[in-house]
Structure formats: C-alpha cells, structure tokens
C-alpha cells in the first residue's frame, strides 16, 4: 500500500478553500446569494465555518463604514436561525455599537462570548473607556482583564489632555 492513498484531500477542504476564495472577492451585490449557497452545502459544519471567516473579515472591514448596518441586516436574513453564525454577527454589531458610540449595556458586554471579549480587547476601533474598564474588571478570563487594563493605562497615558503643563 502506497501513501497515495493519504494525499488526497478530502473533498469538503476542497470546496472549503473554493468557497474562501469565492467569498473573498465577491461583489457585494451578490453576497447574499452567494453567502446562501455556501450554507446549502451539505456538510454544515465546513460551510458554516467558511461563512463565518467570510463574515469576520468583511464586518472588520465594515466596522467603521457606513455600509455595515445595511451589510448586518442582510447578512443576518441571509443566516437566518444558524446559532453560531447569528451570535457572532450579533456581537460584530455590538462590537460596532461601541466603536461608534452607541448605545450597549454591560450585560451585553459581560454575557458575550470569550472571542467578543478578546476581540474588543484588541480592536483598535474600541476606544470606548466605559467599555474597556468594565472588560477590566468584569471580563470573563485574566486575558481580557489584562488586556482590557493595559490598553486603557495606554489610552490614559497617550491622550493630550493627560501631558502635564
């Protein structure tokens, strides 16, 4: 027996990267469409995975944009009642409410997921100190806490209204 057998590669790796590469560059006018084949595929769990990466990158592309409240509500018809994928563009939009400045609770904050937390810890468009210090305090793991703290002692640090005259 050769090792032939153990090089190739499963079918579903095959349309998960074609599916990456088609999300990629598709116009926005057809992602939609294109968003719905993708969750036809019969294996759920790969196509809901590319789907979510397509997802991650174009609401951090989004989170600034004027177009991301459009592109969320689409997107959130198009996903329809998948848990994962409607949570996670659940908390992109919570990400995006506090890039923004606009209206969040701390329940919102405290309840979100590990990967919510982490993110707001990290994502440059989060600046919010209310936000930041209650991930301080609050967060779910010492990670975010620690990050939470660190960044805001460096917005502290670096704002102009804090250099002593």
Known sequence: MTDECFDEEPPEHLRYRRYLQDLEDVPAADEAALVAAVLRDPD???AEAAVNRHLECRAAHLLTDSAFTDWAQTLAMTIGDRPFLARRLREWCLLR???????WTAEELTTASDWF????TVLL?????????????????????????????????????????
């Open 44 to 46: 759920v769990s790969m």
């Open 117 to 120: 937390q982490r993110t707001a």
């Open 97 to 103: 409410a506090i890039a923004w400045d606009e209206p």
């Open 125 to 165: 468009a989060v600046t919010s100190p209310e936000a930041l210090s209650l991930l301080a305090e609050r967060g779910r793991t010492r990670r975010v806490r620690n990050a939470a703290s660190r960044r805001l002692h460096h917005s502290h640090h670096h704002r102009p209204d804090s250099i002593h005259k």
